[in-house]
T-cell receptor, first 114, second 115 residues
Framework: DVKVTQSSRYLVKRTGEKVFLECVQDMDHENMFWYRQDPGLGLRLIYFSYDVKMKEKGDIPEGYSVSREKKERFSLILESASTNQTSMYLC?????????????FGAGSRLTVL | AQSVTQLGSHVSVSEGALVLLRCNYSSSVPPYLFWYVQYPNQGLQLLLKYTSAATLVKGINGFEAEFKKSETSFHLTKPSAHMSDAAEYFCAVSDRTSGTYKYIFGTGTRLKVLA
């Protein structure tokens, strides 16, 4: 089975801090995604990457950046955390670029910004 | 752009009763549709997917969904609810508006199962 690992399950940060959320997948998937999950809003796409060093903005990229230096690792960066970025962050990966292919999710990183 | 609507943010059923979670999509072309489940403090896992092979799709844990093109619906059902089905359920459609397939998720339905 594909495994997607998010290294931090719970984080508490202060406003203005730089935050790194790390995601690693172990099945050589080309595509990786970062979503934000908020009650009543579902999942919203922040960024995705379809290859090493390649990235595209999703629906809500403001205040975030990403890094994909190696195929298995996709990092989400909050340059200067703000309280409205308190949320659950979900990483996912997918093999290839077919719309029928399934997303495999990590367990999530719950971030609280004080 | 495609969109997904889940009717009812919260649904309660008694144990043993029918589960029906509603999902409607907007799409001008045959879509790929998915249902995912999220148990507390976990990520999402796939229940089932529709890829045009059959309109009635069977998934894990006794769930199934029927694709109805005329109604643009993909409702999720289970004949008899178990306590372990309590979770949040998300409907999703894949969308290729700018090169790479991305997924549009509904806002989720939280299922509560009453003893």
């Amino acid at each position: 089975d594909v495994k997607v690992t998010q290294s931090s399950r719970y984080l508490v940060k202060r406003t203005g801090e730089k935050v790194f959320l790390e995601c690693v997948q172990d099945m050589d998937h080309e595509n990786m995604f970062w979503y934000r999950q908020d009650p009543g809003l579902g999942l919203r796409l922040i960024y995705f990457s379809y290859d090493v060093k390649m990235k595209e903005k999703g629906d809500i990229p403001e205040g975030y950046s990403v890094s994909r230096e190696k195929k298995e690792r996709f990092s989400l960066i909050l340059e200067s955390a703000s309280t409205n970025q308190t949320s659950m962050y979900l990483c996912a990966s997918r093999e290839g670029d077919s719309g029928a292919n399934v997303l495999t999710f990590g367990a999530g990183s719950r971030l609280t910004v004080l | 752009a495609q969109s997904v609507t889940q009717l009812g943010s919260h649904v309660s059923v008694s144990e043993g009763a029918l589960v029906l979670l509603r999902c409607n999509y907007s799409s001008s072309v045959p879509p790929y549709l998915f249902w995912y489940v999220q148990y507390p403090n976990q990520g999402l896992q796939l229940l089932l997917k529709y890829t045009s092979a059959a309109t009635l799709v069977k998934g894990i844990n006794g769930f199934e969904a029927e694709f109805k093109k005329s109604e643009t619906s993909f409702h999720l059902t289970k004949p008899s609810a178990h306590m372990s089905d309590a979770a949040e359920y998300f409907c999703a459609v894949s969308d290729r508006t700018s090169g790479t397939y991305k997924y549009i998720f509904g806002t989720g339905t939280r299922l509560k199962v009453l003893a």
